[in-house]
């Protein structure tokens, strides 16, 4: 089936280390994204792609890194330099169509630092 | 800057009651995409309609209608005759412009709807 996979599901991370969130699809999708979301509220942006090798920063992007050397991957780094890492992270990918443009959400992964 | 508003951090229906989502949203785009997605308790957020900003035409699917007025710069979604599994964190989203992928999308806070039996 087409979707989009986000491992782990849950993630622990000392403080001072980076973790690396997996994201794949195969929907065939250029644009990916990464939000983060804390508890209680909306969905920010923190980083998204629209093509292969580029990729731009969204609203909360600092302490967080992404590379998109595959199409179906997107992968996001959260540094050390992210003073406050814990929440739920959501990568999700669109369509490059006109009119056809909604996010299809990956499952998610919680992340905890310790 | 673009941003969308729902005012109702909570609802808390019976089954059966129907149950409206407000959503307000600010733009300066003559056109734009408005959203409505479904977060249930797992997580992970199921998409539920797009309505673009020169479609103002209202859209009834099953137990769910969305009423969307420009004049008002209001969204408004509308589940007929709840059930519990109706029970979810429901969010409205806003991206600006036409173009067909990359348009980022601004979030209103959600609206936790909580269906009792």
């Known amino acids: 089936d087409g979707g989009i996979t986000q491992s782990p599901k849950y993630l622990f991370r000392k403080e001072g280390q980076n973790v690396t969130l997996s994201c794949e699809q195969n929907?065939?999708?250029?644009?990916m994204y990464w939000y983060r979301q804390d508890p209680g509220q909306g969905l920010r942006l923190i980083y998204y792609?629209?093509?292969?090798?580029?990729?731009q920063k969204g609203d909360i992007a600092e302490g967080y890194s992404v590379s998109r050397e595959k199409k179906e991957s997107f992968p996001l780094t959260v540094t050390s330099a992210q003073k406050n890492p814990t929440a739920f992270y959501l990568c999700a990918s669109s369509a490059d169509r006109v009119g056809y443009n909604e996010q299809f959400f990956g499952p998610g992964t919680r992340l905890t630092v310790l | 800057a673009q941003k969308v508003t729902q005012a109702q951090t909570e609802i808390s229906v019976v089954e059966k009651e129907d149950v409206t989502l407000d959503c307000v949203y600010e733009t300066r785009d003559t056109t734009y995409y408005l959203f409505w997605y479904k977060q249930p308790p797992s997580g992970e957020l199921v998409f539920l309609i797009r309505r673009n900003s020169f479609d103002e035409q209202n859209e009834i699917s099953g137990r769910y209608s969305w009423n969307f007025q420009k004049s008002t710069s209001s969204f408004n979604f509308t589940i007929t005759a709840s059930q519990v599994v109706d029970s979810a964190v429901y969010f409205c989203?806003?991206?600006?412009?036409?173009?067909?992928?990359?348009?980022?999308?601004?979030f209103g806070g959600g609206t936790r709807v909580l269906v009792k039996p």
């Open positions: 792609s629209q093509i292969v090798n580029d990729f």
């Open positions: 929907l065939n999708h250029d644009a």
């Open positions: 989203a806003l991206s600006e412009g036409i173009k067909a992928a990359g348009n980022k999308l601004t």
